[in-house]
Nanobody
Framework: QVQLVESGGGSVQAGGSLRLSCVASGGVDSTYCMMWFRQAPGKERAGVAYIDQHGNPGYADAVTGRFTISKDNAKNTLYLQMNSLKPEDTATYYC????????????????WGQGTRVTVSS
């Protein structure tokens, strides 16, 4: 059974940085697409970034140029480096493991972490 455990959230002022981590277990390997999503209060969960099975990253427009996704296969860990944070980045951030292709709207064959909270103050 896939398990994903996020960490690294916290409170930061606008312009600051945070790095989120997600440790994967339960058979997550290079055949998975790994993604970060976020959900702000009162809003739907939205995709932030992905890294596909070939190591290619992709980003939502709102975070392009500020966030960097990466993974360490040896440690089974996914990262999200977040720079130049804005108050609108405030949300709970979720790690996701998709068994097949990366998609911004996963429905099946996806496992979720429990989330880590990020708060950006102005």
């Amino acid at each position: 059974q896939v398990q994903l455990v996020e960490s690294g959230g916290g409170s930061v002022q606008a312009g600051g940085s945070l790095r989120l981590s997600c440790v994967a277990s339960g058979g997550v390997d290079s055949t998975y697409c790994m993604m970060w999503f976020r959900q702000a209060p009162g809003k739907e969960r939205a995709g932030v970034a992905y890294i596909d099975q070939h190591g290619n990253p992709g980003y939502a427009d709102a975070v392009t140029g500020r966030f960097t996704i990466s993974k360490d296969n040896a440690k089974n860990t996914l990262y999200l480096q977040m720079n130049s944070l804005k108050p609108e980045d405030t949300a709970t951030y979720y790690c996701a493991a998709l068994k097949f292709l990366c998609t911004w709207r996963p429905k099946d064959n996806v496992s979720w972490g429990q989330g880590t909270r990020v708060t950006v103050s102005s």
